[in-house]
T-cell receptor
Framework: AQSVTQLDSHVSVSEGTPVLLRCNYS??????LFWYVQHPNKGLQLLLK??????LVKGINGFEAEFKKSETSFHLTKPSAHMSDAAEYFC????????????FGPGTSLSVIP | NAGVMQNPRHLVRRRGQEARLRCSPM?????VYWYRQLPEEGLKFMVY????????ESGMPKERFSAEFPKEGPSILRIQQVVRGDSAAYFC????????????FGPGTRLLVL
């Protein structure tokens, strides 16, 4: 069975300060892990993806995430927050056979204070 | 290369009417997924389809909801006799292959039931 936990439902940071959005997963298989972003009233956009290559994954807009198997974590980071980063962020896990459905975390809402 | 397209973007229905949501996957993608996002909640999987086949509909409500992905044309999510609780954003995603492939999301259809 698979599951995804996003430890913070809401994160607030000041513009120019680092961003950390936490994600922990459980999976019986070697997982593929994703981060998606959803801006208000918009569809989801892929930020980055981990599929058992390099453990540090770089994505778009300066985001990156590190896969830590020992901690079953895939936290999303960015060195310096921008106002346009304010959005909902979803951590997603997919594993098993190709017919397994992907599991979305509940989401973390990021606010950026000017 | 056009992304995943969904229409309509907004749909208003009165209780008891039918809602039809359409999804055209990215070119070359033969796998389609439908998700529902209720207000203040994360995404929930509904159904996974390949061309002319329903692979996994474990997330679909047992009544009033149906989905298809014909050989030609878009995937359709159909909701009969809509109720206020059906008001949500419905997202479609497509991928080249199975669930471990990256899913690309459409902009969503926002259904409002009056």
């Amino acid at each position: 069975a698979q599951s995804v936990t996003q430890l913070d439902s809401h994160v607030s940071v000041s513009e120019g300060t680092p961003v950390l959005l936490r994600c922990n997963y459980s999976s019986s298989y070697s997982p593929s892990l994703f981060w998606y972003v959803q801006h208000p009233n918009k569809g989801l956009q892929l930020l980055l993806k981990y599929t058992s290559a390099a453990t540090l994954v770089k994505g778009i807009n300066g985001f990156e995430a590190e896969f830590k198997k020992s901690e079953t974590s895939f936290h999303l980071t960015k060195p310096s927050a921008h106002m346009s980063d304010a959005a909902e962020y979803f951590c997603v896990v997919s594993a098993g056979t190709s017919y397994d459905k992907v599991i979305f975390g509940p989401g973390t809402s990021l606010s950026v204070i000017p | 290369n056009a992304g995943v397209m969904q229409n309509p973007r907004h749909l208003v229905r009165r209780r008891g009417q039918e809602a039809r949501l359409r999804c055209s996957p990215m070119k070359g993608h033969s796998h389609v997924y439908w998700y529902r996002q209720l207000p203040e909640e994360g995404l929930k999987f509904m159904v996974y389809l390949q061309k002319e086949n329903i692979i996994d509909e474990s997330g679909m409500p047992k009544e009033r909801f149906s989905a298809e992905f014909p050989k030609e044309g878009p995937s359709i999510l159909r909701i009969q006799q809509v109720v206020r609780g059906d008001s949500a954003a419905y997202f479609c995603a497509s991928s080249r292959a199975g669930a471990q492939e990256t899913q690309y999301f459409g902009p969503g259809t926002r259904l409002l039931v009056l």
